[in-house]
């Protein structure tokens, strides 16, 4: 690394600004630092020790490893764009100690080196005793390294599917969908999206080629824009130069069921809308694309469950709603929405109206984290009024808290939209019921959407019965 330095980064400090500098060679320097501290405490210190004692310090090393890929592209821009810096570069390249070896090779170097010490301490072991006191040092240290590795593996992991979701945005298009798809957004509902498997199938009758691209939350269909020269060697990285369309509507996880055929080299994929029966270039292609399949469907159920425990486990304990006796029922009618226009709901139709008893808003930002119990209810524009009525138990505990309204635009491949929402005070819809029988007709101004100029109202009837 100490070569590196002096035979690269010294001599390309000349031709470079210092912020190319830092982008290509990162937190270099720190590492030699750190190296070289961890070599002079390893000549009096054992190994376990010395590497316990530095688990925290090796971060640096998860740090740079996060950046390296980004660095060696910039370094390969650089070259192409700078024609000076190409120069000293490639001069740099053949001196002596480099032997004609790129930077590039040369920047991997950290990542070898930590990926290596879980396996040195791995052999120490091996050939320890169980009776040396340096033993459960040793044990302890390697799986903090483990743990180190595991990290560095799943940023690069990261970096990975962060640009293959690129690729997907720039390369596939699907302007055919109602519904924008945008590949680097979170899901609709469990968090951040993961490419997980691409490749070449077939349609089972025509032998149409398509090209499937497998996510976290749909499996994609679509057909190559240019004709694959040579489909049986296809593997798609953030480099390939292939433009596809969409084929199909994206087949979502949540409704997918996947059969396969034990005869050939067929399975069938069915929703509630559509079955479509593809087929495998071969045995190995079949044997993946099923397994990925089945283990993104299984995955999804478990985010979900995992997802929906988690609220009833955090939001539904607060609330305390079991231990509480019931005082009283809202009854609540969405009888029309104003100033809306039809045209940014799904399909041009279909909205979700949230409903439920709030006591602030959530400290990270979303909308609805401290509402419950909460209600969601389609709203179909095409009946023009009368959506839909729902009543809502009220417990002691409610009437300090507000109750809230949220009108949503219902998304396939991101989170819900917010129209708008607002709350009413609890106690100030009991004193209006307490003295007017029957329902009262309110207008409720939405706020705070993520849409501009979509502020809507949304005309309610309630009534409020309090129990004796």
């Given at each position: 690394m100490h070569m590196v330095r002096a035979i690269f980064k010294d001599p390309l400090s000349k031709v470079a600004g210092q912020d190319a500098i830092e982008q290509i060679f990162l937190n270099w320097d720190k590492l030699i630092e750190l190296s070289r501290n961890i070599h002079f405490e390893l000549k009096t210190k054992p190994a376990g020790e010395v590497f316990c004692r530095r688990i925290d310090d090796l971060e640096e090393f998860v740090r740079f490893c996060e950046r390296q890929e980004s660095a060696i592209e910039f370094?390969?821009?650089?070259?192409?764009?700078?024609?000076?810096?190409?120069?000293?570069?490639?001069?740099?390249?053949?001196?002596?100690?480099a032997k004609?070896?790129?930077?590039?090779?040369?920047?991997?170097?950290?990542?070898?080196?930590?990926?290596?010490?879980?396996?040195?301490?791995?052999?120490?072991?091996?050939?320890?005793?169980?009776?040396?006191?340096?033993?459960?040092?040793?044990?302890?240290?390697?799986?903090?390294?483990?743990?180190?590795?595991?990290?560095?593996n799943q940023a690069l992991t990261e970096v990975e599917n962060k640009n293959m979701l690129w690729w997907s945005q720039r390369h596939i298009n699907c302007e055919s969908l109602h519904s924008t798809l945008e590949f680097t957004s979170k899901t609709r509902e469990i968090g951040p999206r993961s490419f997980l498997h691409a490749g070449i199938l077939y349609k089972a009758k025509s032998n149409k080629l398509l090209v499937g691209l497998l996510y976290s939350d749909f499996l994609l269909l679509t057909t190559p824009i240019e004709p694959i020269v040579e489909p049986d060697t296809l593997k798609l990285t953030k480099n390939s130069d292939l433009h596809l369309q969409l084929y199909k509507t994206p087949l979502l996880m949540k409704k997918l069921m996947i059969t396969?055929?034990?005869?050939?080299?067929?399975?069938?994929?069915?929703?509630?809308?559509?079955?479509?029966?593809?087929?495998?270039?071969?045995?190995?292609?079949?044997?993946?694309?099923?397994?990925?399949?089945?283990?993104?469907?299984?995955?999804?159920?478990?985010?979900?469950?995992?997802?929906?425990?988690?609220?009833?486990?955090?939001?539904?304990r607060s609330s305390n709603t079991s231990n509480q006796i019931r005082i009283g029922r809202l009854v609540l009618e969405v009888v029309s929405i104003q100033d809306f226009d039809p045209k940014l709901a799904c399909d041009g139709r279909w909205l979700t109206c949230m409903s439920g008893f709030s006591t602030s808003l959530s400290s990270d930002g979303?909308?609805?984290?401290?509402?419950?119990?909460?209600?969601?209810?389609?709203?179909?524009?095409?009946k023009n009024s009368n959506y839909f009525t729902t009543q809502m138990d009220i417990n002691e505990n409610m009437?300090?808290?507000?109750?809230?309204?949220?009108?949503?635009?219902?998304?396939?491949?991101?989170?819900?939209?917010?129209?708008?929402?607002?709350?009413?005070?609890?106690?100030?819809?009991?004193?209006?019921?307490?003295?007017?029988?029957?329902?009262?007709?309110?207008?409720?101004?939405?706020?705070?959407?993520?849409?501009?100029?979509?502020?809507?109202?949304?005309?309610?009837?309630?009534?409020?019965?309090?129990?004796?």
């Open positions: 370094l390969n821009g650089l070259q192409n764009k700078n024609p000076q810096f190409k120069k000293v570069y490639q001069a740099c390249c053949q001196r002596e100690y004609g070896v790129s930077l590039a090779y040369f920047l991997l170097l950290p990542m070898s080196r930590i990926t290596r010490y879980p396996l040195i301490f791995d052999k120490m072991i091996k050939y320890s005793s169980a009776e040396d006191p340096q033993y459960e040092t040793l044990q302890n240290t390697h799986q903090l390294l483990k743990a180190l590795c595991a990290r560095v396969a055929s034990a005869e050939d080299l067929s399975f069938e994929l069915k929703t509630a809308d559509i079955t479509v029966t593809l087929k495998a270039p071969n045995k190995n292609a079949k044997m993946m694309w099923t397994k990925q399949i089945e283990k993104a469907i299984e995955q999804y159920g478990v985010a979900l469950q995992m997802k929906n425990a988690e609220e009833i486990r955090t939001y539904g979303s909308n609805d984290a401290y509402v419950w119990p909460r209600q969601k209810h389609e709203v179909d524009l095409a009437k300090a808290k507000d109750f809230y309204l949220a009108l949503l635009i219902p998304m396939r491949y991101r989170p819900d939209m917010y129209i708008g929402e607002n709350r009413i005070p609890v106690q100030e819809l009991i004193a209006m019921s307490s003295g007017h029988p029957g329902l009262i007709m309110r207008s409720i101004r939405l706020q705070n959407g993520e849409i501009a100029a979509s502020a809507c109202t949304l005309n309610i009837k309630f009534f409020i019965q309090m129990f004796d």
